[in-house]
């Protein structure tokens, strides 16, 4: 472990940071203050238990894939990213570099981790995905269900400058009447989606199975 001692040092009173050694035998032999401060959940320090304590159950494969490799590569740093118990019934993202140790007769020793919490990042990178997700949606509805009610709606006003007969004119109304009326839901809707917040029913995608469900009846 000496040749970690200045990183850990470092590090020690780091509140971002986690520095961590797992020993052959898959306990932690070092823990940082940071990292018994977030995962020990007030259950005093991890040092000597097993590594997966702190694991949502799926990422313990992930250490076992991760720890092979990083004594098949000496020197070389393995990412990993890891789900950490919240304490809260939920978890944290934390990602991860490993290194493997060995001791003075190069030996293998344990792997050295150092890693972060990166749960923030994620939820606006997911978030950041979800709005350009809707905004292509939204794109495509105005591009092509708005198109439809209002080349109608064109049209029919054209239409009117021809006609002669009054039933012809009521019928022409009529027909002006309901692609307005679609258009004025699929803009409704578009505001809906352009405000709507994580959960709430997609209305634009209903309103458009409608609207194709109504097209094919007439």
Known sequence: MHRYSQINAFLHTSKLFYTIAIGMDSTYIFVSPNYDRNFSLGKGTLKGQHFSVTLHPDDIKVCEAVGPKCFAAP???????????????????????????FDANGQPEGIFCIGYNITQFIDTQNKLEQAASDLDEIGYIQSHGVRKPLANIVGI??????????????????????????????IRDISDKATAKPGKPNKLIETLKKLGRS????
Request: hydrophobic residues 35%; glycine residues 10%.
């Open 75 to 101: 020197g070389r740093l393995f990412p990993a990213t890891l789900r950490k118990h919240d304490g809260k019934g939920g978890f944290v993202i934390t990602q991860w570099e490993m290194q493997a140790l």
């Open 157 to 186: 006003i054209e239409l009117m400058d021809s006609v002669e007969g009054y039933e012809d004119y009521q019928h022409l109304t009529r027909m002006l009447k309901s692609s307005a009326g679609e258009l004025d839901e699929i």
């Open 215 to 218: 097209n094919k009846r007439k």
